[in-house]
Structures are given as C-alpha cells and as structure tokens.
C-alpha cells in the first residue's frame, strides 16, 4: 500500500466519556462553544441548534446519543462542525460537543488497532486504539439520521 492510501490525517476530539477520531476532511471547522437555541420536545442528546456560517446547524450531545454520560459544556469546551456524508443541501452539516481543542495525529496501519468485537451503541462505527489509546470512530452517517430527524420534527 503507498503512504496516500495508508496514512489518514485525522483529529483525535475529547468529548466527555471518550475521544473520537475523524478524518480532517470530515470537520469543517472548531469554533468556541456557545449556547444552543433549544429544540422542543427533542431528545436530551439534541442540544439545540446554533448559527454557524449563516446556517442552522444542530448540536448534538455524542456522548449522551452513544450511550456515555452527557457533557456538561462551559468554559473551554469547543464544537466540532462536521461534513455531512449525503450531499443534501437542507443540513450540509452537523455539530458536536468536545471538551478541548483536537489533536492532529497521522492515522497509519501501525498506530490503529481495532479494540474487539464487542456489540456497538447507535453513532458508533467502531472502537479502536490509536497510539495505543482508546477511541471511537463514529458513525457519521447515524449521527446525521438521528439529527435530520429531530429537525424535521422541529
């Protein structure tokens, strides 16, 4: 395999239980946290809906969807707008909650291991160790499903 195909450069994101890793070209950008204009009747996992860009963007809470303890934001915690995967225009992007500015690591074959074959929560693709700690590469395709539907909702 030649380096462009096997070495991935990737963010590694705190958020409260756990720490992501996503490919760079999955995040649009970080910006500070601020607080969401609440959804009615949405799930505690949807935080609401921020204004990014001149967009409505929702944020969701990945810990509390995927099952961990819910984060408690405030001071230093950040949002990770993410690329949505279908290509619809009515919700280009999603975002959530991370505890601390990312990391850039170079995903390799050599620094990714898988963590087990163990049953996964909804929003997560699978665990892994990278660099020999353990993360989460989430299903941003289930992410996407679960907020489309409380926006469509409210």
């Known amino acids: ?13 705190r958020v ?4 992501l890793l996503l490919p760079n070209a999955a995040v649009a950008e970080v910006v500070s946290y601020r607080e969401p204009e609440p959804v009615k009747d949405a799930p505690a996992w949807f935080k609401g809906v921020i204004e990014w860009r001149g967009l409505r963007v929702p944020l969701l809470d990945y810990s509390e969807l995927t099952g961990h303890a819910p984060s408690q ?15 619809e225009t009515d919700m280009p ?15 390799t074959p050599a620094s990714v291991t898988l963590a087990g074959e163990e049953e996964l929560p909804e929003g997560v693709s699978c665990k892994i160790f990278i660099e020999g700690e353990p993360a989460e590469i989430p299903d941003l395709d289930a992410l996407e499903k679960h907020a489309r539907e ?5």
């Open 93 to 107: 992007f999603m975002a959530i909650v991370m505890e601390s500015i990312p990391r850039l690591v170079q995903a």
């Open 150 to 154: 409380v926006m469509l909702r409210g």
């Open 73 to 87: 934001p405030g001071k230093g915690h950040r949002i990770a707008i993410l690329n949505t995967l279908n290509g």
């Open 16 to 19: 409260a239980a756990t720490e």
């Open 1 to 13: 395999m030649n380096d462009l195909a096997s070495n991935i450069h990737s963010l590694r994101i």
